[in-house]
Nanobody, 126 residues
């Protein structure tokens, strides 16, 4: 069982920055892959960024060059640094953990993550 707690959401103007954090606790919390997904009103949940236990990363095309995913040495806290934010980044952001393994060309799916946090709201105004 893994518990996840997100923090760092809020409101920012277009072009601004936010840093999200997700603290994982419980069995194998440090050995699992982590990912950030987001869901805007009326839209499906979509992957933003992911990192596996080896440190390999994947980014959605919409955030490449603007967002950076990282994790601490214990691999129990994952961060999402969001820069040059846009109104279309507005959504509820969810942290997930699971047996994710990344390789070239693989796009993470929700099914790669068995545990989810409650979500944190991010609002970007123009």
């Amino acid at each position: 069982q893994v518990q996840l707690q997100e923090s760092g959401g809020g409101s920012v103007q277009s072009g601004g920055s936010l840093r999200l954090s997700c603290k994982a606790s419980g069995y194998s919390a440090g050995g699992s892959g982590k990912g950030w997904f987001r869901q805007a009103p009326g839209k499906a949940r979509e992957e933003v960024a992911a990192i596996d236990s080896r440190g390999r990363t994947h980014y959605a095309d919409s955030v490449k060059g603007r967002f950076t995913i990282s994790q601490d040495n214990a691999k129990t806290t994952v961060y999402l640094q969001m820069n040059n934010m846009k109104p279309q980044d507005t959504a509820t952001y969810y942290c997930g953990a699971g047996p994710l393994r990344l390789w070239d060309g693989y796009i993470p799916l929700e099914s790669d993550f068995g545990y989810w946090g409650q979500g944190t709201q991010v609002t970007v105004s123009s």
